[in-house]
Nanobody, 124 residues
Framework: QVQLVESGGGLVQPGGSLRLSCAASGSIFSIYAMGWYRQAPGKQRELVATITSGGIANYADSAKGRFTISRDNAKNTVYLQMNRLKLEDTAVYYC??????????????????WGQGTQVTVSS
C-alpha cells in the first residue's frame, strides 16, 4: 500500500511563509499526480494545487501568485511553498497522490491515497 506523510505546518503571521512537504512510500510503481488540499473548520475540503509527473501544475484561484507546488519524482515527494499567507489560509492541509502500485508478482493496481494532514495556522 501507499503511505503519505506530510510535514512543515505550523503557526505563522500574516504575510509570512511556510513550506509543506509530503513524502510517499510503499509499493509504488508510479505516481501520476500529487497535490495539496485543505479543509478549514466548518468548510469542505478544497483543492489548493496539483502537479503531474510531467510537472504540469494547477492552482486554485486563491493560491495563484502566492503558492508554488513542486515535486521530486525520484523521492516521490511533493512540496508546497506558501508565501504571503493570509488569515483565510488557516486550515488542515492534506497531501494526495494517485498512481499505480505493485500489488503482487506481475500485478499492479491503481491507488489514490491521502496523508493524515498538517495544520497551518495564520494568526497575528
Amino acid at each position: 500500500q501507499v503511505q503519505l506523510v506530510e510535514s512543515g505546518g505550523g503557526l505563522v503571521q500574516p504575510g509570512g511563509s511556510l513550506r509543506l512537504s509530503c513524502a510517499a512510500s510503499g509499493s509504488i510503481f508510479s505516481i501520476y499526480a500529487m497535490g495539496w488540499y485543505r479543509q478549514a473548520p466548518g468548510k469542505q475540503r478544497e483543492l489548493v494545487a496539483t502537479i503531474t509527473s510531467g510537472g504540469i501544475a494547477n492552482y486554485a484561484d486563491s493560491a495563484k501568485g502566492r503558492f508554488t507546488i513542486s515535486r521530486d519524482n525520484a523521492k516521490n515527494t511533493v512540496y508546497l511553498q506558501m508565501n504571503r499567507l493570509k488569515l483565510e489560509d488557516t486550515a488542515v492541509y492534506y497531501c494526495n497522490a494517485d498512481g499505480t502500485l505493485v500489488s503482487g508478482p506481475n500485478q499492479w493496481a491503481d491507488f489514490d491515497s491521502w496523508g493524515q494532514g498538517t495544520q497551518v495556522t495564520v494568526s497575528s
